[in-house]
Antibody, heavy 122, light 107 residues
């Protein structure tokens, strides 16, 4: 059974940094591209970033480019999102999701975690 | 970036009704359109991919159609468990933009 479990969320001050993680199980992690999608309280979904199965060619939304870094450790079956220079508007539930093949050109996000809440506030 | 616009933003319907939700892209996305369902407090769930393909385990009362810029999600015979928010997402290009969501409520 495919499982994605996010962790690392919490309260951080504006300008601060936080790293969230996503532990994957039930599939060969390195065979699949992964993504982060966020949802601000009471709002819709926003795609944030994606990375290929091998860890190359990451992509970012303009809203986080230069501040967030996606990475993965295939030996630990774990996806990361390093978030720097955080702003109030980054407050959201952060979901990790699996693309259905090894590259970020795959058409669908077929499995999602339950999310981790990041709150940026003083 | 490709902008995705859903309509309506919300609708009220009764169990057994046929419901349609529309998604329009700001430019052609061929057939690269997915639909997700999200229930309160839960993660999004993939329903339909590349316009009309039903994800494994999704009931056949869900269907999708369209191409280019205009797409439709139809629920034929609404069930109590279908009351949720539905999002379209284009998979034609990065960033993979979502529509703003359509909330389906009980009448």
């Amino acid at each position: 059974e495919v499982q994605l479990l996010e962790s690392g969320g919490g309260l951080v001050q504006p300008g601060g940094s936080l790293r969230v993680s996503c532990a994957a199980s039930g599939f060969t992690f390195s065979d699949y591209a992964m993504s982060w999608v966020r949802q601000a309280p009471g709002k819709g979904l926003e795609w944030v970033s994606g990375i290929s199965g091998g860890g190359g060619t990451p992509f970012y939304a303009d809203s986080v480019k230069g501040r967030f870094t996606i990475s993965r450790d295939n030996s630990k079956n774990t996806l990361y999102l390093q978030m720097n220079s955080l702003r109030a508007e980054d407050t959201a539930i952060y979901y990790c999701a699996r693309y259905d093949c090894s590259t970020t050109s795959c058409p669908k996000l077929d499995y999602w975690g339950q999310g981790t809440l990041v709150t940026v506030s003083s | 970036d490709i902008r995705m616009t859903q309509s309506p933003s919300s609708l009220s319907a009764s169990v057994g009704d046929r419901v349609s939700i529309t998604c329009r892209a700001s430019q052609s996305i061929d057939i690269y359109l997915n639909w997700y369902q999200q229930k309160p407090g839960g993660a999004p769930k993939l329903l339909i991919y590349t316009t009309s393909n039903l994800q494994s385990g999704v009931p056949s009362r869900f269907s999708g159609s369209g191409s280019g810029t205009d797409f439709t999600l139809t629920i034929s015979g609404l069930q109590p468990e279908d009351f949720a928010t539905y999002y379209c997402q284009q998979s034609f290009s990065t960033p993979r933009t979502f529509g703003q969501g359509t909330k389906v409520e009980i009448k």
